[in-house]
């Protein structure tokens, strides 16, 4: 496991009325959905980096409005297609 240290100003967690850890865990969600959202992580993967159980993190996808199946126009006609 490795270990990454952001330096966040005190400031900034009042504004945000936010703990450490609760931001720590706000911003690794945050990061999994990325992530996901550009193709980065499967979508086990994401739950995992997020500390997420896969249903937990499907859950999250859908209050973000990020697909959790997302084809592109090409690989959509080429699965319908092997149907054929």
Known sequence: MNRINIDIPDESLMVLNEDAHE???????????????FHKFT???AADFAGKSLLSFITELGN???????YNPQDLESELESFK
């Open 64 to 70: 973000n409005k990020i697909p959790i199946i997302d």
């Open 43 to 45: 979508i086990k993967q």
């Open 23 to 37: 931001l720590s865990e706000q911003m690794k969600l945050l990061a999994a959905i990325h992530f996901y959202k």
